[in-house]
């Protein structure tokens, strides 16, 4: 059973250009969440999908910032116009059930994450 | 204050010691809690899931006090393979992960 699949491992862009994050769910996970880590900081949230349907998007930037879990395909995170300050390892996870439902001690209960996309703003 | 609170480090410790992190959490309604390790530019792993009862996981030990809303992980007899930084997680039951910054520790011969 594959892990969590992330694409580009690293992406150059200059400021301006448009940066797409793509993101493969491990086998029978349906909910997918993108996590930001800046350069010695911890992991922020940013989005929580469900296939066709953004849950929570509270940890994302108001402008700029997109994604999206398509019925068939991988997620995507966009970033438009990218700023140096968008410089970051970008993290995806996803579980099989909705992570803080399932009950604590249940194998479900967490989230896999991917090996990340490290994004570098000339 | 922030939502998850750790001890930067680094901890420096020799092969064999016991070693202990502490965490911090403000918010009383969180549900579940782990430990998950993040080596250098890598992706964060589960370590393991934190529970009242506490539990154990051969050299790793994690405690929870949901009263002092704090949370520790214990690890006993120090491999240089446990040199890594160390998150406390909660999730506060919304579906999404709130990590602290981490713990460094490293572990020389």
């Known amino acids: 059973n594959a892990g969590v699949m992330q694409n580009p491992r690293h992406l150059v862009r200059r400021r301006g250009q448009e940066a797409r994050l793509r993101c493969s769910p491990m086998?029978?996970?349906?909910?997918v969440y993108w996590y930001r880590q800046l350069p010695e900081e911890g992991l922020k949230f940013m989005v929580y999908l469900q296939k066709e349907n953004i849950i929570d998007e509270s940890g994302m930037p108001k402008e700029r910032f997109s994604a999206e879990f398509p019925k068939e395909g991988p997620s995507i995170l966009r970033i438009q116009q990218v700023v140096r300050g968008d410089s970051a390892a970008y993290f995806c996870?996803?579980?099989?059930?909705?992570?803080?439902?399932?009950?604590?001690?249940?194998?479900?209960?967490?989230?896999?994450f991917g090996p990340g996309t490290r994004l570098t703003v000339l | 204050r922030k939502e998850v609170e750790q001890d930067p480090g680094p901890f420096n410790v020799p092969e064999g010691a016991t070693v202990a992190f502490n965490c911090t959490y403000s918010n009383s309604a969180s549900q579940s809690f782990f430990w998950y390790r993040q080596d250098c530019r890598k992706e964060p792993k589960l370590l393991m899931s934190?529970?009242?009862s506490g539990n154990e996981d051969g050299r790793f030990t994690a405690q929870l006090n949901r009263a002092s809303q704090y949370i520790s992980l214990l690890i006993r007899d120090s491999k240089l393979s446990d040199s890594a930084t160390y998150l406390c997680?909660?999730?506060?039951?919304?579906?999404?992960?709130?990590f602290g910054t981490g713990t460094r520790l490293l572990v020389s011969p």
């Open positions: 997680v909660v999730n506060e039951g919304f579906q999404k992960l709130v």
């Open positions: 086998k029978g996970h349906s909910h």
């Open positions: 996870a996803s579980s099989p059930t909705p992570t803080g439902l399932a009950g604590v001690g249940s194998s479900t209960d967490t989230q896999y």
């Open positions: 934190v529970y009242s």
